[in-house]
């Protein structure tokens, strides 16, 4: 199977069927943009933690509930980098309606014959 100019695997476009676009695959720039993304996330996850430390409970579901919240509140301010106006909430909740409508017939894997 062709995708941009490239002969892929059967498998692995079996594989990536699932998503609404083409294949890409690694350059230069992938890996930067994925060290930037992974670099946020860690980030977020060491402010929210570093708050939870700070407080104690006396069960496991306050803790849960308030990282939970805390997780929330962060991804609904902080903005995508190539979308500044789009809170990264928004735009995980327009992935996944995205998702939800696909049609039937990409959801599944192709037997390769």
Not at 91 to 108: A, D, E, P, T
């Amino acid at each position: 199977m062709r995708s941009k100019g490239r002969i892929v695997n059967t498998r692995f476009f079996a594989i990536t069927a699932y998503y609404q676009f083409d294949p890409d695959f690694s350059n230069g720039a992938s890996g930067w943009k994925k060290w930037i993304a992974e670099k946020r996330v860690l980030d977020c996850r060491r402010r929210v933690w570093h708050k939870a430390t700070l407080e104690r409970s006396g069960s496991l579901a306050e803790p849960n509930a308030q990282l939970g919240t805390q997780y929330n509140r962060f991804w609904s301010e902080y903005c995508h980098p190539d979308y500044p106006n789009l809170p990264a909430a928004d735009l995980l909740g327009q992935q996944k309606v995205s998702q939800n409508s696909m049609s039937s017939n990409r959801r599944y894997f192709h037997i390769a014959k």
